[in-house]
């Protein structure tokens, strides 16, 4: 709750005119309680996991001419029920898991030093704050999905999340609870490390779901915006580790690949890329068209 009773109040202990970005946020949160305003994060977590999915599901149910090349693996589609099982599934996790959590780790958040007041971080420290938190989160997140990937991890917990084969949307946040919980200690150091604005915790949570949601879309749209980002995964690189399966020791990256190329775990990746790539020049040519025929 700000500790300030009118909007001049807070304007005399800044020493200067509010913005309009603060004056707005004053009016919303003056009266709200820190708890109140962490407990944001809840209702944008069930909008971000029922909404963002749905343009590439929808795509994958209708399959509207042109938009069957765009999906990685053409061949597996999942039906309506099961999309909505899908979709149930993760619900149940995200009111029985996901929603406790945010609400008992409050305290938590408080004690690393997440503020609520004014002034308001500018552009830049929030930029610069994401772009921290995604790099730790990213490095942190590579190492712990890698250990799931062991005998023992991968059978008691991370087999959930790779019972789709070919992901969807909204598969991203299907997992065991336990892996829930594992993965959650990356999206926190960063945060905990950096603390900055509420708006910033609330911003960094949104962004980093919807990637999620997007590494698992099954589609590698080209006029998806985060092409343009450097080093980026995206769908092709996350489905290729979805598609080797429990066996996969390939493509642990949560958002970036200079990891998976500095430890030597994209080979697999490449290689196929390139295979690929061989046969469509083979294709175009005219050569092996006997042999892809009958493969």
């Not at 995964?233 to 990891?259: E, I, K």
Request: hydrophobic content about 40%.
């Amino acid at each position: 709750m700000l500790p300030y009773r009118t909007i001049a109040d807070a304007e005399a202990a800044l020493g200067r005119s509010l913005t309009s970005a603060e004056a707005l946020w004053f009016d919303y949160s003056a009266a709200k309680s820190d708890y109140f305003l962490y407990c944001h994060n809840i209702l944008f977590l069930c909008l971000i996991f029922s909404l963002v999915p749905l343009p590439t599901v929808l795509l994958q149910l209708a399959r509207p001419s042109g938009f069957d090349r765009f999906k990685i693996q053409p061949k597996v589609r999942l039906s309506s029920s099961e999309v909505f099982k899908c979709y149930k599934d993760v619900m149940k996790m995200f009111f029985l898991v996901v929603s406790p959590l945010q609400l008992a780790s409050y305290p938590t958040v408080k004690m690393v030093g997440i503020r609520t007041g004014l002034p308001l971080p500018s552009f830049w420290e929030i930029l610069a704050q994401l772009l921290i938190y995604f790099m730790i989160e990213d490095y942190t997140n590579y190492w712990l999905h890698r250990w799931l990937h062991c005998k023992w991890g991968y059978e008691k917990i991370h087999r959930v999340h790779h019972e789709y084969t070919a992901p969807i949307g909204f598969a991203a946040p299907y997992a065991h609870w336990a892996e829930i919980l594992i993965l959650g200690i990356p999206s926190f150091l960063g945060p905990a490390f950096v603390p900055g604005h509420m708006i910033t915790l609330w911003l960094w949570i949104a962004l980093r779901q919807i990637e999620a949601i997007d590494t698992h879309s099954g589609y590698d749209l080209p006029w998806s915006p985060a092409k343009y980002i450097p080093f980026y995964g995206g769908a092709d690189h996350h489905d290729y580790h979805h598609y080797v399966g429990g066996l996969s020791h390939s493509n642990f990256a949560s958002v970036f690949t200079y990891c998976d190329f500095i430890y030597g775990t994209d080979k697999g990746y490449r290689y196929q890329k390139k295979l690929l790539e061989k046969i469509k020049e083979e294709w175009r040519s005219g050569d092996s068209t006997r042999d892809l025929k009958d493969d």
